[in-house]
């Protein structure tokens, strides 16, 4: 089955410990995304990756790293999470760049103590 | 920044009936709008796209309107159904160029609720 999976997809951790949230996708898609969701702010696009080795900042990308060694992998990285990185996270996926559709995971709801 | 928005945060319909969903934008650069619906605990999942050289496009129970003129982007629902409660997101895409390729920016959404 064609997807994007996202691990965990819960996750309650304190302040300053380092997380990783990791993003797979079997459709071999060259563009990865990260959005975050927050009440009455819609989806914010916090990284993306046109393809392997290449990923840029979206809109709210301060606190944030990800990487892109595979294709098919596309890891969210938080350092030093804060309080107000306290979120729904989306990671996504479309055949490229030029794709207008793109296909999302289930989503990880992150709380930071 | 985000240049999408959408007229009502809400919209209540009686099953049966037909629902519009509306959205204004900002920016004449958009290539493309898109919609996505998102039930509770899932993802976005896409529904319907339109090209800004269209004024108009039909699937299966929905159509999605363009006014270029007043930026104004429509998705309605034919014969709503429980279903399709969810929340429902409009998105453009600003064109395959520079710093927007490849991104979507998106609206904040409305819940539709559907009453039986």
């Known amino acids: 089955e064609a997807q994007v999976t996202q691990n965990p997809r819960y996750l309650i951790t304190v302040t300053g410990k380092k997380l990783t949230v990791t993003c797979s996708q079997n459709?071999?898609?060259?563009?990865m995304s990260w959005y975050r969701q927050d009440p009455g702010l819609g989806l914010r696009q916090i990284y993306y990756?046109?393809?392997?080795?290449?990923?840029d900042k979206g809109d709210v990308p301060e606190g944030y790293k990800v990487s892109r060694k595979e294709k098919r992998n596309f890891p969210l990285i938080l350092e030093s999470p804060s309080p107000n990185q306290t979120s729904l996270y989306f990671c996504?996926?479309?055949?490229?760049?030029?794709?207008?559709?793109?296909?999302f995971g289930p989503g990880t709801r992150l709380t930071v103590t | 920044g985000e240049s999408v928005g959408l007229h009502l945060p809400t919209l209540s319909v009686q099953e049966g009936d037909n629902s519009i969903i509306n959205c204004a934008y900002s920016?004449?650069?958009?290539?493309?709008f898109i919609w996505y619906k998102q039930e509770s605990g899932k993802g976005p999942q896409f529904i319907i796209d339109?090209?800004?050289?269209?004024d108009k496009r039909q699937g299966q129970r929905v159509t999605v309107l363009l006014n270029k003129t007043v930026k104004h982007l429509s998705l309605q629902i034919a014969a709503t159904q429980p279903g399709d409660s969810a929340v429902y997101f409009c998105?453009?895409?600003?064109?395959?160029?520079?710093?927007?390729?490849?991104?979507?920016?998106f609206g904040r959404g409305t819940q539709l609720t559907v009453w039986p």
């Open positions: 996504a996926s479309s055949l490229s760049a030029f794709s207008y559709e793109q296909y």
């Open positions: 459709m071999n898609h060259e563009y």
């Open positions: 990756s046109m393809n392997v080795e290449v990923t």
């Open positions: 920016n004449s650069a958009s290539d493309y």
């Open positions: 339109i090209r800004s050289n269209m």
């Open positions: 998105a453009e895409k600003m064109g395959d160029r520079g710093s927007t390729l490849g991104r979507l920016y």
